[in-house]
């Protein structure tokens, strides 16, 4: 959910750029983008979608990225006694572990000297055009028409 208003979805088209997190967000734009994440000034760390939507948001997104089995409401008892600052941290750590080695997979793709996308093209574009070239055969053969290379001119004559 949105860092900025933990009731809506996290969407890359929200006006607030804080409140997302991209893959290709930085350790330091992740933890900022969490520091500042809406929360309220409740003390302690609860989980309560409906009374405390921020802390909630927060508690599901640490969740999800150390892809812990424990529900909110267990992760929220293991952070009793924690800070506010304290519990932010928790999860930008969680999600800075969680996103790196997709990141650096991205920035490697994205690289201008990588060639993997364009190797990755070139096969493609070698397997469809063998595999287009083979259809094409068939249905040359089934229509009747000659085989490519041969020239015709107006009447249909060889040329």
Do not use: W
Not at 23 to 28: E, G, L, R
Not at 37 to 55: C, H, K, N
Not at 77 to 95: E, I, L, N, T, W
């Amino acid at each position: 959910m949105s860092l900025k208003e933990p009731r809506q979805k996290m969407s890359k088209s929200h006006s607030d750029p804080k409140s997302r997190i991209l893959i290709t967000d930085s350790a330091d734009e992740i933890r900022a983008k969490i520091k500042e994440a809406l929360t309220d000034s409740t003390e302690g760390i609860s989980y309560s979608p409906d009374m405390r939507p921020g802390v909630s948001n927060l508690l599901e997104i640490f969740k999800h990225a150390r892809n812990s089995q424990l529900l909110c409401d267990e992760l929220a008892r293991d952070f009793s006694g924690v800070s506010m600052r304290g519990f932010k941290d928790a999860v930008s750590q969680a999600v800075i572990s969680c996103l790196s080695g997709i990141r650096e997979k991205y920035l490697d793709l994205m690289d201008p000297g990588s060639r993997i996308i364009d190797e990755a093209l070139d096969a493609g574009h070698a397997q469809a055009s063998k595999l287009a070239a083979a259809t094409m055969r068939r249905v040359r053969q089934k229509v009747g028409i000659p085989r490519l290379g041969k020239r015709f001119d107006h009447e249909g004559k060889p040329g």
